[in-house]
């Protein structure tokens, strides 16, 4: 067994965590580079190598596998960067997409819709017809589709997305209109809504489908030009994808499938902290990880991450199953700025990978959360090191000062310390979006901090919520390359079958549990994976007769619908209902709406090693003090090398612990505990730890 690496390409940083088969770590980061991010991906393979004393070819023969999260169709969304898509519907629904719900989201706000990924001239319609039961009312006119081609190969049209009526009930048009398009276009990019995404709704189907063709060649280009450089240089292992359910996929599958990857990079957060959580036992977390452009949160309920059907990129719909990480403008090079009203704000905007903060020493003008945090004392120019930057002080002082202290009348270190306090209460109302929102108390959760800086500002998050514990891996700032390095292979799909509950025919939902069961088994089987390490979990949609929105309900270890898995089902819907929504009606007809099949395929995890406790004090670690901003003013602060402290190790407040990638602020009114693995768990003082984790676990058991 070689090395393993998960690489997570960010906003600002390009993270990989390399992982040997004793369970030794090695952290690399280094600059992420926007205009082909694959550049990034091989300065900081060669950065791995090197740490480890070996060439890039000698290091590569020896990886397993790679793990590879990436932001490049999310950035393609986003900028209007994808590539130009050809649309074709049934005739007379032209506009569907673009029209999309036809509801304004912010009732109270005028804004427009966002740019179309189809314009309407590129959206093509064909005579054809297939009712809700899968009949056709009228055949499929070969005509329109190729006249539709042609006039795609006129607009220079890069890939096409299909997406009929009801065609999930019955997929010969579409499959037939991708033969014509081949015969036409040859080595087109084809999207057809009954391979991504057959289900019911045509608004998010439609969405789906075209997003998938729109990042589809982008992503394409993309793996196919890693593979090529990394077999080039004899790479012999596996590369894997991240996608956006937490789970990994083969090249192939992701170059069919690529709005899968639309939140690849978040995707692994979440998956971390369950490994990071079960050495204590801990089930219901609240993962956060602040990155250099955004501030990521996802729950944790019973070591499972809360999964939504009703994702959006942009503000375009997905609705393949993806994790639900709520996402805000609040990293490190978020920027500070004050508005119309005099009022401090920070984000969305950031300084990205450049030039970044103006303390990076690459000519940014703007006053950034990294910025604010180097003038209270928090970093260190020696510990922030990266190997890239050249450190500028000055220039923080300098932006601050010019941006927001002269604008508000306050000297640099207010605004510094307002900055700090505006983004921790940004981040604490994400917490609140995934936890209070949803029916869960936060206090209930443990905290999992992730990102170089997510650790500076824990403290004060988790103070204003109440959360009671705070866990920080030593690994904190590659915390999503961690998750991507023991997520499973992982497929999701779907079928509609839309009856009420009295009509539902047993016979023919389980014969399309069968069939989607059958393709998970096939793909996981073509990825390498043994029939041993398969798992097909089972799940249905259910809602109230009328209603709009479905629950998703799971069917525990029953790979069929009988009689009474259908009433435990029925009443699970209920009880789920009541959480989200604050009540139920149990004697209300209920109706089904999609059948859901998962394949997992088990990857071997790296091992997490434990130790025994050493003594108490932590000044073997001690590296010095210096002056840092607490309440109100600064304090002579003890600074301590993270990596000397040993298991067992307990530091009281205030004190800073650092690290090469990442620095954590222990206020004066926290306490800090190296555990048995080497990570970190924060609380307020006066708790007694042992019993506080004892009390977390005894509640979640409750829960």
Known sequence: MGYRVGVDVGGTFTDLLVTDEFGKTEIIKTSTTPNDPSIGFFRGLEKAAHANSKGLPEFLKQIDTIVHGTTITTNATLTEGGAITGFITTAGFRDVLNMRRGLKERQFEKYAPPPPLVPRHRIR??????????????PLDETDVIKAAEYFKEQNVEAVAVSLLWSFNNPIHEERIRELLQE??????????????PQIRVYERHSTTALNAYVGPILTSYIERLKTELYTREFAGDLLIMQSNGGVMSPDVAQRFASNTLLSGPAGAPMAGIFYGQIHKFTNLIT?????????VAL????NPAVTTEGQVGEYRIASPILDIHTVGAGGGSIAWVNDGGILTVGPKSAGAQPGPACYGRGGLEPTVTDAQYLLGYLDPKFFETGELDFDGDASRSVI??????KLGMDTVTAANGIFEVVNSNMAAALGVVSVQRGYDPREFVLVVAGGAGPIHAAPIARELEIPLILIPRESSVFCAAGMLISDLKHDYVRTYAKEIPQVEFEEVNQLFAQMELKALETLRAEGCEDSAIEITYSTDLRYVGQFNEVEVEMSEESELSNLTLEKICQSFHEIHDMLYGYSMDGADLELINLRVTGIGRVNKPRQETYSYHQENPEHALLGSRSAFFEGGFVDTPVYDGL??????SIVGPAIIVQPTTTIVVPPDFSLLTDKSNNYLMYPQGENIEELCHSLIAKESSL
């Open 125 to 138: 319609t064909v005579k054809e017809r297939i009712d809700l039961n899968g009949d056709i009312l009228i």
């Open 288 to 296: 956060v990880d602040m990155g250099g452009t955004s501030f990521d």
């Open 644 to 649: 000397g402290l040993q298991p067992g190790n």
């Open 184 to 197: 036409t276009l040859p080595g087109i990019y084809i999207s057809l809504s009954v391979e991504i995404l």
């Open 401 to 406: 000062d010019k941006n927001i202290s002269s």
């Open 300 to 303: 944790i309920k019973d070591a």
